[in-house]
């Protein structure tokens, strides 16, 4: 999967979705959904800009033109902020989105305030990179649908799973409509990434997120990031799995305005 070819990706194909005031927080999404799995942080719109958007291939956003990578897709974030006249802002991303956050973080320090990775990783296991061939090969063959049962119980705890609330709705009605060439391209981008080279690039105080429900790799994931980012803490979400924004939202609410009030205070100390 490392000699794959890729190609830019066109910031015109990007639909930016924004709520709120107050200084940007922009919110990468994970694989197989939308920027609607956000939406349990809009009462933060009070305080930030909340901006998100679907990544190519993803809702509104159309297919590419090429395979991409996550070094692509963080092009292409860093360009939609230029367009949209926004100098700096804090960046936000859930696990295909931590991963395009981190190499945005590295890339781009003049764009990146804070940094937010929740249930992600900087490089797949071996045994997961060759999962996401197989994943790839099932979404074209057979559609994402067919993938759902599967996916629910990594995404969500077994308790959580069969009360049936409307987090575990929105994912499984979200992925079931994603298209397989989106979805496929998107496994590839995952399986081809190795982010860990990166880690002593990211300058942005960081909050690394993840479910204490995680799988292993998961779990042992965060704390390599927690530490060999230089300003990097760790929190775990409390009966969570890989959505842990969808299944303990609250959580995810507090930990964020605590972390990015930190920068609001830094601000006025320095002003």
């Known amino acids: 999967m490392t000699d794959r070819t890729t190609a830019p990706l066109d910031p015109a194909a990007i639909r930016l979705h924004r709520k709120g005031t107050g200084p940007a927080l922009v919110l990468l999404h994970c694989l197989g959904v939308t920027h609607r799995l956000w939406d ?9 800009t909340l901006l998100a958007y679907d990544l190519p291939g993803h809702g509104e956003t159309p297919l590419p033109a090429a395979p991409y990578g ?25 696990s295909l989105g931590g991963l ?3 190499r945005f973080a590295s890339a781009y320090p ?10 992600t990783t900087p490089r797949y296991t071996d045994e997961m990179r060759a999962m996401w061939v197989s994943r790839a090969a099932a979404a074209r063959r057979d559609g994402v649908p067919s993938l759902v049962p599967g996916l629910l119980k990594i995404w969500f705890t077994a308790p959580f799973l069969e009360q049936g609330p409307p987090a575990v709705r929105f994912v499984r009605e979200t992925l079931s409509a994603c298209d397989g060439e989106g979805y496929a391209l998107a496994c590839e981008a995952l399986g081809a990434a190795d982010l860990r080279p990166l880690a002593a690039r990211i300058a942005a105080p960081t909050l690394v997120l993840c479910g204490d429900a995680e799988s292993a790799a998961f779990q042992d994931a965060a704390r390599w990031m927690a530490e060999h980012i230089g300003a990097a803490r760790l929190e775990w979400i409390a009966q969570a799995a890989h959505c842990s924004v969808r299944e303990q939202p609250e959580q995810w609410r507090n930990l964020l305005a605590g972390f990015l009030a930190q920068a609001q205070g830094a601000q006025a100390q320095g002003a």
């Open 70 to 94: 996550v070094e692509e897709l963080a092009d292409q974030l860093a360009a939609v902020l230029r367009r949209e006249g926004i100098a700096r802002a804090h960046v936000c991303g859930l």
């Open 100 to 102: 395009v956050a981190q």
């Open 110 to 119: 003049e764009l990146t305030d804070r940094l937010i990775l929740a249930d």
């Open 40 to 48: 349990p942080l809009d009462p933060l719109a009070d305080r930030f």
